[in-house]
């Protein structure tokens, strides 16, 4: 995920905000409790996505990006990258959310530019903070939810970009994911930081803590420095000019398996998986993701904005779905995990993302751009015809697919493509082998929307805007478990909206329902952070899916509706 550039930043909430609800101690009128019996869950037939309510955020762009509920305080916490803050919303009514306060990075500590991250345990809310530059060392702050009080704050790597407690609330991880500034720009020299996952050992947190033990640990990748040649054989992406493995790797985000023992770390623009041993803080592999084939049937894409001529370099935008000889990096944002049938199992919401935000060094380019020469006829059918912009010309791709290799061949013609993101999510195993892709369904299901034209970008309402680039761009994943079901939320950056499956049976999911909640150009846009809030920890004993979408600066508070 990328952050957009900072506003000026928010002052700090003036005053300490008070609990507005006393939680009992100990509850009941029984001395000795009663045994229970557990109850069971019931597993409902579907499920249906229903806006009940939202929050408009000041500082518009960029001011909603990712959430995290606290129940016992019954609060909201929401980054808000164009304020360098998080605004803290009172949901006890979710149709109404209503703002209590904000925490500022300045409020925090010095050189501190933005907060990136937050997550919540048992009262304890936790943020990512980023320095001023972000090629410095960030910091953990940690904070009583329910009176914002600052218990302290742990230095950790740098470009602190997403955090999460494991589920039994023994560690925070968070995925340092050490950006560079540039690479070799001669107006400004190079810092790249190493990219890092930190493992913090932590007790005491309670909601009433004043103090928190922490202890900060490091999972890192210089054990993999040297060992460039072997992990781009293996399909792992090393690419940044005069970088090391450790430089290179960028940690994005990280789910942790149910029993708290691993954690599984995105490393999107390596377009693989960094598995980490949390009782070692250690990096114990790389996984490679490999690259999906979008000349299959069902793997097909839109990849053209000037589609509706025949072997032209102009014309209109038309809806074209279908097989092309493109070959997909899956470069996942979000990664979330689940059990089925005792097995751990990730999905990956496959976004895509090119090198191109610094100085010195730009991946990103289109087909026709690239291939000058045109493309090798012994690899692509029709090739004369396949190079013009109704067709594949004018699909961004990558220049550098792995090290130094440009795929073209010793005549200069393009021998492979390599575009950026699947269009889709994937299911994969612990092993990280792939069950499971969603292959084109996205588009396919939004190619008639009554709200908004097919591929539009979230900032405006064009037909085919992002077709030529990763199209609905799926960035946010989570999941939630009802009864015997298991439901993934993949959220649609660019055309909006949340997509629901069943992912119980992890090799054949099924499609469930779809919100999308923008009309054209306004409306909830750019869904990023996707919070699920289960209705025994709901303030309406309802369960919630609570989105925070960037570029409208909304939070949108959805009900999910349960038929049996």
């Known amino acids: 995920m990328r952050l957009l550039p900072q506003r000026p930043r928010a002052r700090l909430f003036a005053t300490s905000l008070v609990m507005t609800a006393a939680l009992a101690a100990c509850g009941g009128g029984s001395d000795s409790p009663t045994p229970t019996t557990p109850v069971v869950e019931a597993t409902p037939a579907s499920l249906t996505l229903e806006k009940i309510g939202g929050y408009a955020h000041a500082g518009g762009l960029s001011s909603a990006e990712i959430t995290a509920y606290d129940p016992l305080s019954k609060r909201l916490f929401v980054v808000n990258g164009a304020n360098a803050s998080v605004d803290v919303l009172n949901l006890a009514d979710p149709t109404n959310p209503v703002l209590l306060g904000s925490i500022t990075a300045a409020s925090i500590g010095a050189n501190l530019a933005a907060v990136n991250n937050v997550a919540v345990f048992n009262g304890i809310v936790a943020l990512a903070v980023e320095a001023n530059p972000k090629t410095s060392n960030g910091v953990v702050a940690w904070v009583r939810a329910s009176d914002l009080t600052v218990l302290g704050t742990d230095t950790v790597g740098a470009l602190p970009d997403m955090l999460t407690f494991t589920p039994d609330g023994s560690h925070l991880l968070v995925a340092n994911e050490g950006e560079p500034n540039s690479y070799n720009d001669v107006l400004e020299p190079s810092i790249d930081p190493v990219g890092s996952i930190s493992v913090i050992a932590v007790s005491g947190l309670t909601p009433t803590a004043s103090s928190i033990s922490r202890t900060v640990h490091t999972a890192g990748f210089a054990a993999f420095n040297g060992q460039e040649a072997a992990l781009r054989a293996a399909g792992v992406r090393i690419f940044g000019p005069n970088a090391s493995v450790a430089q290179d790797l960028e940690p994005e985000y990280i789910t942790v398996s149910a029993d708290s023992k691993t954690a599984y770390v995105t490393l999107q623009e390596n377009n693989a998986i960094a598995v980490v041993d949390i009782a070692s803080r250690s990096v114990t592999s790389i996984k490679p993701l490999g690259f999906k084939d979008h000349s299959l049937p069902g793997m097909g894409m839109d990849v053209s904005d000037e589609d509706s001529g025949t072997n032209t370099n102009s014309g209109s935008a038309l809806i074209k779905i279908g097989p092309v000889p493109v070959k997909g990096m899956y470069l996942p944002d979000a990664i979330a995990s689940y059990t089925a049938n005792g097995q751990t199992y990730l999905i990956t919401a496959n976004e895509g993302d090119a090198r191109a935000d610094w100085p010195g060094f730009n991946e990103e380019t289109r087909v026709r751009a690239?291939?000058?020469?045109?493309?090798?006829?012994?690899?692509?059918?029709?090739?004369?015809?396949?190079?013009?912009?109704?067709?594949?010309?004018?699909?961004?791709?990558?220049?550098?697919?792995?090290?130094?290799?440009?795929?073209?061949n010793g005549a200069g013609q393009c021998t492979e493509l390599y575009s950026f993101g699947a269009r889709s999510f994937s299911i994969w195993s612990a092993d990280v082998t792939r069950v499971f892709d969603s292959g084109d369904d996205f588009e396919q299901r939004t190619q008639a929307l009554p709200n908004v034209k097919f591929n539009a970008s979230h900032d405006n309402d064009t037909l085919d805007g992002r077709s030529a680039s990763k199209g609905p761009e799926p960035e946010g994943v989570t999941v939630g478990t009802f009864g015997s079901k298991t439901f993934a939320f993949i959220g649609l950056e660019r055309v909006g909206g949340v997509m629901v499956y069943d992912v119980t049976n992890p090799a054949a999911p099924i499609y469930t329902t779809y919100l999308n909640t923008r009309t054209g150009a306004t409306g909830d846009r750019g869904p990023e952070g996707l919070t699920l809030i289960k209705a025994a920890q709901s303030p309406n004993g309802k369960p919630l899916l609570v989105v925070g979408n960037e570029t409208s600066g909304t939070t949108a508070v959805f009900q999910l509706n349960l038929t049996y």
């Open 370 to 408: 690239h291939c000058t020469a045109g493309l090798d006829p012994t690899v692509f059918t029709d090739a004369a015809n396949q190079i013009f912009d109704s067709n594949l010309g004018r699909l961004r791709i990558t220049s550098t697919p792995n090290g130094g290799n440009d795929g073209k």
